[in-house]
């Protein structure tokens, strides 16, 4: 080492292709000069700023119906109302479901005047797409305006686009008919995604962080719609899971404008989206499948989705966390947005993560006041969340809390989870 240093001054006051030095010594000088370029880099590196939420949109359909009175309802428009053996189950499915009310495409107009979606068996699935292919990216237009006006940017802001939707399939899709609705630039970056299921709510998050990120000046308009239509099927005894969807799926919409380096004054940021990561359960595909045939969507839903929540909680959510610091998190010090996808599956996250009573306060009021609505459902949450929080004089987005957590689940069973931190509010 001292002979280098020795010759360094040497090498140094030397034209690269001078005769006079070796190849030794060339290299001694290439690499100098590469560290002098990268020094001042390397001092000034700044981490880049995280995607962050900066409005909430949510959107349903106009007709109410309350689970007291859906029983009547569906057994009368199903022509099913001599089944009282049926009749007696799925009342007590409903008495168990902790859905006071939903909101449905639905009525029993539009029921009757198309006999084959009550129909079990029947071939249906024409019809249903027929009425769905325009009304899912309508009722994502009205979430979409919501978050929009509150945003309050212009709508030519917007860059990117995401749509989710497991309700229609077509092409040109709900993204490019979105596109149209609004009035958005032709040249915004479109991203469409079908089928996905429950968990997409947390999917888009992890895709919006992405293109926020990693694109100058990106602002995406994340939009998830369902209309459970396609669900819809009439009673039989082959086939219970039915009597379970009946009672738990709604409709709705939700959207959500994500973005980096917010301009001060304008844009007021909810959460940031701080990281993302998505994981099978082993073993567990046969717990929520749907079948796209004639007849609609065909679906079964396992009674063991809720042990197999329960059973992966900690280790998904102790991984998820590992990504940010390494720590494992005291989980009541966190906040949640649970998917709603019935009272067992909340239950079992409650119970497996010691969580106290009132954690989920959020998740059980979506449940509650609007049923499983699919991907849509945990950003509900969110906005209920942030809602609940300035009207209660939270110091924070979050219920007063800093970290935060959004589970998504649905076929596969696929979990994913965003990692969130809350915003203060301020007056």
Request: charged content about 20%; some cysteine.
């Amino acid at each position: 080492m001292s002979r280098v240093n020795q010759a360094m001054p040497f090498i140094l006051s030397q034209p690269f292709n001078s005769p006079s030095l070796s190849s030794f010594n060339k290299s001694l000088l290439y690499i100098c000069s590469l560290t002098c370029l990268m020094a001042p880099l390397v001092k000034n590196h700044v981490e880049p700023p995280h995607a962050k939420i900066l409005a909430i949109g949510t959107a349903n359909p106009p007709n109410v119906y309350y689970q007291k009175d859906y029983p009547d309802f569906l057994f009368r428009v199903t022509k099913n109302e001599h089944r009282t053996d049926l009749r007696e189950k799925f009342d007590r499915i409903c008495e168990k479901s902790r859905t006071r009310k939903r909101y449905l495409y639905l009525t029993e107009e539009i029921l009757n005047a198309n006999p084959s979606i009550y129909t079990y068996g029947a071939p249906s699935l024409d019809v249903r797409q027929d009425m769905l292919n325009p009304e899912v990216p309508k009722l994502g237009q009205q979430a979409a305006l919501k978050a929009i006006k509150e945003w309050g940017q212009p709508i030519s802001k917007i860059t990117h686009l995401i749509f989710c939707t497991a309700s229609c399939v077509d092409m040109p899709g709900a993204d490019f008919q979105l596109v149209k609705l609004l009035g958005l630039n032709p040249s915004v970056t479109r991203t469409m995604i079908y089928e996905a299921g429950c968990y997409a709510g947390a999917t888009v998050l992890r895709l919006a962080k992405d293109f926020a990120e990693n694109n100058e000046d990106a602002r995406v308009l994340v939009v998830c719609a369902e209309i459970t239509t396609v669900f819809f099927h009439g009673l039989t005894d082959t086939h219970l899971d039915i009597l379970v969807g009946q009672a738990l799926f709604a409709d709705g919409a939700s959207a959500v404008i994500v973005g980096a380096n917010p301009e001060p004054e304008i844009e007021r940021p909810l959460f940031e989206i701080v990281a993302c990561r998505q994981t099978i359960i082993p073993n567990s595909e046969h717990g929520v499948v749907a079948n796209i045939r004639e007849m609609g969507f065909n679906y079964y839903l396992s009674g063991d989705v809720p042990k197999f929540v329960g059973g992966s909680v900690v280790d998904f959510l102790t991984k998820t966390f590992e990504k940010v610091d390494g720590k494992n998190k005291d989980w009541n010090s966190l906040f949640f947005s649970v998917h709603p996808g019935g009272p067992a599956i909340v239950d079992q996250v409650e119970e497996q993560l010691g969580l106290k009573e009132g954690k989920l306060r959020a998740t059980r009021h979506v449940l509650s006041e609007y049923g499983n609505m699919g991907a849509p459902s945990v950003h509900f949450i969110l906005d209920e969340m942030r809602n609940k929080s300035i009207g209660e004089g939270k110091a924070t987005t979050g219920e007063g809390l800093e970290w935060g957590v959004v589970i998504g689940i649905g076929p596969g069973l696929t979990v994913e989870t965003a990692v969130l931190r809350s915003e203060s509010i301020t007056c």
